[in-house]
């Protein structure tokens, strides 16, 4: 008989992608996914526990953690023993890898943040939600305007020696600056460069403006992927910045680290993987019982109400 695994899971559900992390009880990653949301994130936490339970046939999940803009959805719909915010997350998970580490760079495919750790302590953040300039998302608007293949779009970065100056302080006027160099003549490779060092200074500009930001740097999300935006970040900021093995799923990494702290030895609230053939039907409608007029979420799981949040006051809690 197949011995099981004591394992611990995290997911981290994004607008972009659904991360799901399998720790051993050591808390080293046994396995992990990531699959892309496509606007349907119950879909995508069950396609993505679907492969999980495929992949592992001897799982014995003992806590579960969830992270993530749509981190209240995917805790109600698989029973999650914690449910935390992106900050705290990412946090745990580079201090579980490189525990000095005093600056994470965190670039999603909608947002980036910057988080600021001290002793162990998160001292300060920054999130940028109000531009796409940098984000995951343009990038790969980018890519398919210049025709090139997201997964070369670092190398292409590195083949350059003398980039462009590309205005990246807003996604539009990035993009316009852009076509400007390609009628002037410049090298596909230099601008590519240049549009890497145009968002690295425009993350440092704005989500790091007033942040000490100081060495070990670790570089998190999908965005990490690109070399190129590696080079960039350590030209801008001086420093050697380091990108984890399993740089774009740091979010459910910590998303599992902290169940796994939270359970302890009790027993877990994991509604099993049956959960990937549950009914789920979201809804939500807006509560006119005072002047906040709050929009109440409520998540009914096979024909039956499960959880309503959203609410300030706590009327409408299930």
Known sequence: MQQRLASYLGIDVGSVSTNIAVLDSSGQVHDSLYVRTQGQPIGAVQQGLKIIKERNQALEVKAVGTTGSGRQLAGVMVGADVVKNEITAHAVAAMHVVPDVKTVVEIGGQDSKMIIIRDGIVTDFAMNTVCAAGTGSFLDQQAARLNIPIEEFGSKALASTTPVRVAGRCAVF?????????????QMCDIVNGLCQALARNY???????????????????????????????????????????????????????????????????????????????????????????????????????????????????
């Open 174 to 186: 990035a993009e316009s600056d852009m076509i400007h160099k390609q009628q002037t003549g410049h």
């Open 204 to 318: 440092v500009n704005n989500v790091g403006k007033g942040k000490d930001i100081k060495g070990p740097v670790l570089f998190q999300g999908g965005v990490a992927a690109n070399q190129g935006m590696k080079r960039a970040f350590e030209e801008v900021l001086g420093c050697q910045v380091i990108i984890p093995a399993h740089y774009n799923v740091m979010g459910a990494i910590g998303a599992a680290l902290l169940a796994k702290e939270a359970v302890a030895d009790k027993p877990t609230r994991f509604q099993g993987f049956e959960v990937i053939d549950y009914s789920y039907l979201p809804r939500s409608f807006e509560c006119d019982g005072c002047p906040n007029m709050c929009e109440v979420v409520e998540l009914n799981i096979n024909s039956q109400v499960a959880a309503r949040w959203g609410d300030r006051c706590g009327k409408w809690a299930y």
